[in-house]
């Protein structure tokens, strides 16, 4: 076991599901750490259904408190490179992340190889733009966990990247996550975390119900819809020199033809109307933002 990767791990004395948590995918998201940090030492061999494990994405950017070191690691995972990492190769191109994907897709098979029944994988994250915590849905595979954790469910985003994690592998897995929980360093976002972690492991059966996680995950969502669908994805490159406009935060409503945001070309303006999601407040990323409908 790769111990610098693997950080909690609790086998169950009995048989059942594993639950695989991967935080840091993105180096400055330390909140799913710290949640599955709390929840490992909770857990008692003897009260676990199965298995938990959790696992840090990005090791060498999250030591620096980074997204990523040269290249995103949540856009990374794409059949070459995947295939040169389970060949044992770091695989060319990515930088640093080369061979931190060699590491994680290690990770994640061996504790697969370890399982001793259906395996799940939720990915946590935070966000560089402020509002209520959310969940995102693979393209198929998702909605079991959804169902047990009451945050908004936005399908459709994770289909319009390429190369994310949970997107990607969600046909190795019987059931995967994403969950936004707030955003970077505050600290709703590690309690939020630790409640989508909870209910997963109630909903797959391998720990006991903590009826305070849904509640708390409740009281994040407030008057917020169910699920909602993505329309738009703004894709950016460095040339845009993309400039979200202050303000926005997930799920306002927008109108289309407002501005959002301003670029090399003038204004940038909503192309729907609907709500905002992930708008970009960090120097870093492909997604200028993306509006969702109900
Ligand atoms: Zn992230």
Known sequence: MDSARVFASVRGAEPGPTLIVVASIHGNEPAGAVAASRVAATLREESVRGSFVAITG???ASSR???????DLNRAFLPDPVAAARRGEAPAGLGAEGAELRGLVRALDDARAAARGPVF????????????????L????????A???????????????RGTMVEEFRGEFDGALVAECGS????????????????????TGIAPPDPDAPRRLESFRGALPAS???????????????????GWRHFDPVTAGTP????????????VTGRMLLPLYQPVGDDGFFVAIG
């Open 184 to 203: 970077h360093g505050s600290s709703a976002a590690p309690d939020c975390a630790e409640a989508v972690i909870r209910c997963v492991l109630a909903e």
């Open 65 to 71: 408190r980074v997204r990523c070191v040269h290249h």
């Open 138 to 145: 693979p393209t198929s595979g998702g909605a079991r966990l």
């Open 58 to 60: 990005n090791v060498a």
């Open 228 to 246: 909602l669908a993505v329309a738009y994805r703004h894709a950016i490159a460095p040339a845009d020199r993309f400039a979200m406009r202050p």
């Open 121 to 136: 994988l939720l990915d946590l994250h935070s966000t560089s733009g402020d509002g209520a915590p959310f969940l995102l």
């Open 147 to 161: 169902s047990a954790v009451p945050l908004t469910a936005v399908s459709g985003l994770l289909g319009m990247l």
């Open 260 to 271: 959002v945001a301003d670029d090399a070309r003038g204004p940038v303006l909503a192309p």
